[in-house]
């Protein structure tokens, strides 16, 4: 069974950084796009960033030129580097495994909270 483990949230003021790591407990060839999610209380879990086994990035317009995501397929670890967070990144970030099946894993969820 593959599980995800993200790690890194924390509290943090605005304009300050964090980096996010999400390792994947085996190695599965068959996982292609990994990615990053968050959930901000009262509403519903969005799409952050994701990357692909080759290296293909995507980003929500709002965290554009802000986060940096990447992925490391040797360690089975992805990572998110989060520059100039907004109180409006407070949310629990959680991480994303996609196959190529389309099925997917998710990990537990880490606390963002940028203070104004």
């Known amino acids: 069974q593959v599980q995800l483990v993200g790690s890194g949230g924390g509290l943090v003021q605005a304009g300050g950084s964090l980096r996010l790591s999400c390792v994947v407990s085996r190695s599965d060839f068959t996982i292609n796009t990994m990615g990053w999610y968050r959930q901000a209380p009262g509403k519903q879990r969005e799409f952050v960033a994701s990357?692909?086994?080759?290296?293909?990035?995507n980003y929500q317009d709002s965290v554009k030129g802000r986060f940096t995501i990447s992925r490391d397929n040797a360690k089975n670890t992805m990572y998110l580097q989060m520059n100039s967070l907004k109180p409006e990144d407070t949310a629990v970030y959680y991480c994303?495994?996609?196959?190529?099946?389309?099925?997917?894993?998710w990990g537990q969820g880490t606390q963002v909270t940028v203070s104004s």
């Open positions: 990357i692909t086994r080759d290296g293909n990035t």
């Open positions: 994303n495994g996609r196959r190529y099946d389309g099925y997917g894993y």
